[in-house]
């Protein structure tokens, strides 16, 4: 099976494609982890990629097509995987489309969460408190100042991959402000049909 899961940030994207890993085996790749490690090990892209994202804006395209085709060959991935965070631009929409095709295997469907802008800073505050409270590092992207910027770059330049997949057929809508578990139910009978 083959996902990806859109929506802005702090919709739930993170969460639900947890849960998918746990159902279905199957990979999350999440290009916003994959970055934050890079930076965390301080490679080449990390450096490059650092301070981009402490702004709040999108990482070139070029890098994170080039993680994701690199990461999508790995034998983990072979029975499928949940891009999170990825495609985020039409750029990468064109550049999954052409990886997905090199490697003669197709998206199954692109599900989008639906959320109440004016509860995403709420859910942005909280996840930073709860990484504190855990003692868990927390993100320096994770501030109300930030988010505006995430949520500014979400509506310029990922917002029109609705209509992308719309066109294609493959775009699946689900209400991300309902409860976790119904989100979860509910993308569950998005898949059951969409992958027969
Ligand atoms: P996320 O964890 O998905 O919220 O991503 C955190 C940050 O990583 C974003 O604000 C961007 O700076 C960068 N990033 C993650 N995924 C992408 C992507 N697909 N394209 C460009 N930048 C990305």
Excluded: W
């Excluded at 934050?36 to 395209?61: F, P, W």
């Excluded at 959320?115 to 590092?137: S, T």
């Amino acid at each position: 099976m083959r996902l990806i899961l859109l929506g802005p940030p702090g919709a739930g994207k993170g969460t639900q494609a947890q849960r998918l890993v746990e159902k279905h085996g199957i990979p999350q790749l999440s290009t916003g982890d994959m970055l934050r490690a890079a930076v965390q090990a301080g490679t080449e892209v990390g450096k490059r990629a650092k301070a981009v994202m402490d702004a709040g804006e999108l990482v070139s395209d070029a890098i994170v097509n080039a993680i994701v085709a690199e990461r999508i060959d790995q034998p983990d991935c072979a029975k499928g995987f949940i891009l999170d965070g990825y495609p985020r631009t039409l750029v990468q929409a064109d550049a999954v489309e052409a990886m997905l095709a090199e490697r003669g295997i197709a998206l199954d469907t692109v599900i989008e969460l639906v959320v109440d802008d004016k509860a995403l800073v709420g859910r942005i505050v909280k996840r930073a408190e709860d990484a504190k409270a855990a003692g868990q590092p927390v993100r320096k992207d994770d501030n109300p100042e930030v988010f505006e910027e995430r949520l500014r770059e979400y509506y310029k330049k990922t917002a029109p991959l609705t209509g992308y997949y719309y066109a294609k057929g493959k775009l699946k809508t689900v209400d991300g402000m309902a409860s976790i578990d119904a989100v979860t139910a509910e993308i569950g009978k998005v898949l059951a049909a969409a992958v027969k």
